[in-house]
Every structure is written in structure tokens, then in C-alpha cells.
């Protein structure tokens, strides 16, 4: 009787949903129709020596699955590049720009923190250390000034314009926002808010892109915890995270093979949900240069 009772009562709540709601049938899709509509697996080049042979995808061959270098991160993939300060998190994201700008291809570089004038300066250093010129690349490069026009950090539709505008006027395939968590800084409530509109609008804008988020004091070095708790990591695609040690014992000198007094770096991926990828702690450095590398 109970049983007849329950059942009775999941009808009557489903033709209620049928009633009030139309199905979105647009939405359904089979997997044979949604593989026609997935880009093509290609690696990106990032510009950071190491980092593009973490990457694998995997093909069948008679003696069973191989791993294959992707030779990048996975284009349209949205990462999370997250890290303390002094860990290299801007570094990164300029020699990517350098990378994509060299290719030929338009970078939208989203300047939050620092104005676009001051930025570009450490662009064309990047670009000199790299060994190349900056003058043939500098107008691939294409400033969002935001830290210059606060109504963009305020107000989301506007910067979703300008963004937009800026995509489609210099048909470009790749974003950097340095940094995401200065869109949300005064109110890390909204977090999960802000970083789930910009993922979806870089995505349907079919973008690469690094998005920068910052570490408070009390977070865990080595997670991609960052301002707003995991909010940027658990949306995006995946997870660069960067961190630094001070060596200040004897023991730790020794077994990190450097002096008492210096720095030692990190650098790990925190998940990637579009291939494979390495798992290990690499150790990381910021050469004289100024470049990163991936040891």
C-alpha cells in the first residue's frame, strides 16, 4: 500500500514538473552527435621550457594504449594558474603571450592588477630573454587595461563587452587574466559567481586561456586553494599551481643541493579533466633572465 502511495505520488510530481516546464530538447544530446560538434586534441606551446611535455594523450596500438606527448596544454582548455607571491604566476602567463604572439597568433591580455603601461614593460623583457623581437610581436598583443578602468572591474556585463569586442576585432584565439581574483577581491562571497561567467564566456568564445588567482597567507602552498577558497579550480579545466621555500636549516641545503638563504621553487598540474598529464612535484626556477623553467 505505502509503495502504491510513494509511486502515486512521483507521478503527480513529474506531471507537475510537465506542466509548469517545457523540456529544452536542444539540450539532449547523444554521444554520436556530440563528438561532431568537439574540437580537434592539439597542444599549445607555452613558452616555459619544461611545461609543454607534461602533457599526453593516449592512442591504441596492437600492443595495447600508448602515451603521446601533446607538446602543449590542451587548446580551448581554461587554467588555473594559482601560487603566493614571487612564485613566477605573471612570468608564466607573459611567456605564454611571448609563445602565442611569436606564432603569429592575437593575445587578449586582461592587465587587472597593473596598468597596461606597466605591464608591457614586462612583456618586452620576456620577449628580449626569450630571443625575440619584441617590435615584430608588440601589436599581437592586446591590452585590456582594467586595472586603468575600474567600471570593468565593477561592473561584468561591460567587461564581457570589451572583452568581446577585442576577441572579435583582432580575431584572437587566447586570454590571459592577470589576475581573475581581482574581479571578485572585494567580494570573494561571489567567487564561484564570477569565475563560472568568465569560463563560460571564454568557452563559448572557444579561447585558451591562463587565468592568475592569488593565495592568501593561510592557504595550503602545493592545492589549488587560492582567494575565494577552490572556487576558480574546481570550474576550470585545470590547475597550475607554483610555490617557494626559504631554505633556512643545514638539512634542508642538503637535500634540496642549494645554500642556507636561498629559495627554492615548485611547480605542479592540479588535475586537467581534457587529457592526460604528469602527476609529479617539479622543482622550478626563475633564471637570471627572468624566464621560468620546469626542472
Known amino acids: 500500500m505505502a509503495e502504491r502511495v510513494e509511486k502515486s505520488e512521483v507521478q503527480n510530481n513529474q506531471s507537475a514538473y510537465q506542466q509548469q516546464y517545457q523540456p529544452l530538447k536542444e539540450a539532449v544530446l547523444v554521444g554520436s552527435e556530440t563528438i561532431l560538434r568537439a574540437p580537434k586534441l592539439v597542444g599549445v606551446p607555452?613558452?616555459?621550457?619544461?611545461?609543454?611535455?607534461?602533457f599526453y594523450t593516449t592512442e591504441m596500438t596492437q600492443e595495447g594504449p600508448r602515451k603521446v606527448s601533446l607538446g602543449g596544454i590542451p587548446k580551448y582548455g581554461i587554467f588555473n594558474l594559482t601560487g603566493v607571491s614571487d612564485t613566477g604566476k605573471s612570468l608564466i602567463?607573459?611567456?605564454?603571450?611571448?609563445?602565442?604572439?611569436?606564432?603569429?597568433?592575437?593575445?587578449?591580455?586582461?592587465?587587472?592588477?597593473?596598468?597596461?603601461?606597466?605591464?608591457?614593460?614586462?612583456i618586452k623583457q620576456r620577449a628580449q630573454a626569450m630571443g625575440i623581437d619584441f617590435e615584430e610581436i608588440?601589436?599581437?598583443?592586446?591590452?585590456?587595461?582594467?586595472?586603468?578602468?575600474?567600471?570593468?572591474?565593477?561592473?561584468?556585463?561591460?567587461?564581457?563587452?570589451?572583452?568581446?569586442?577585442?576577441?572579435?576585432?583582432?580575431?584572437?584565439?587566447?586570454?590571459?587574466?592577470?589576475?581573475?581574483?581581482?574581479?571578485?577581491?572585494?567580494?570573494?562571497?561571489?567567487?564561484?559567481?564570477?569565475?563560472?561567467?568568465?569560463?563560460?564566456?571564454?568557452?563559448?568564445?572557444?579561447?585558451?586561456?591562463?587565468?592568475?588567482?592569488q593565495k592568501r597567507s593561510g592557504h595550503e602552498e602545493l592545492t589549488a586553494e587560492a582567494a575565494g577558497g577552490y572556487a576558480v579550480g574546481h570550474i576550470v579545466d585545470g590547475t597550475f599551481v607554483v610555490a617557494k621555500e626559504l631554505v633556512d636549516t643545514p638539512y634542508k641545503a642538503k637535500m634540496y643541493k642549494v645554500e642556507v638563504g636561498d629559495v627554492?621553487?615548485?611547480?605542479?598540474?592540479?588535475?586537467?579533466?581534457?587529457?592526460?598529464?604528469?602527476?609529479?612535484?617539479?622543482?622550478?626556477?626563475?633564471?637570471?633572465?627572468?624566464?621560468?623553467?620546469?626542472?
Not at 607555452?46 to 607534461?54: I, K
Request: aromatic share 10%.
Open 46 to 54: 607555452t613558452g616555459v621550457e619544461g611545461l609543454d611535455g607534461l
Open 93 to 122: 602567463a607573459e611567456q605564454f603571450a611571448v609563445k602565442q604572439a611569436s606564432r603569429g597568433e592575437s593575445v587578449i591580455f586582461v592587465t587587472v592588477e597593473s596598468p597596461a603601461e606597466f605591464v608591457v614593460m614586462g
Open 138 to 213: 608588440k601589436d599581437k598583443i592586446i591590452f585590456i587595461d582594467v586595472a586603468s578602468y575600474s567600471s570593468l572591474r565593477d561592473n561584468l556585463a561591460e567587461f564581457f563587452a570589451t572583452l568581446a569586442y577585442a576577441i572579435k576585432t583582432y580575431k584572437a584565439e587566447y586570454t590571459v587574466v592577470d589576475s581573475i581574483t581581482g574581479l571578485f577581491e572585494e567580494r570573494e562571497v561571489a567567487a564561484r559567481i564570477v569565475v563560472r561567467k568568465v569560463f563560460s564566456f571564454l568557452k563559448k568564445w572557444k579561447q585558451t586561456a591562463l587565468l592568475i588567482s
Open 264 to 295: 627554492v621553487r615548485f611547480f605542479r598540474i592540479d588535475g586537467c579533466r581534457l587529457t592526460g598529464h604528469d602527476t609529479k612535484l617539479h622543482r622550478m626556477e626563475i633564471t637570471e633572465t627572468g624566464l621560468v623553467r620546469i626542472l
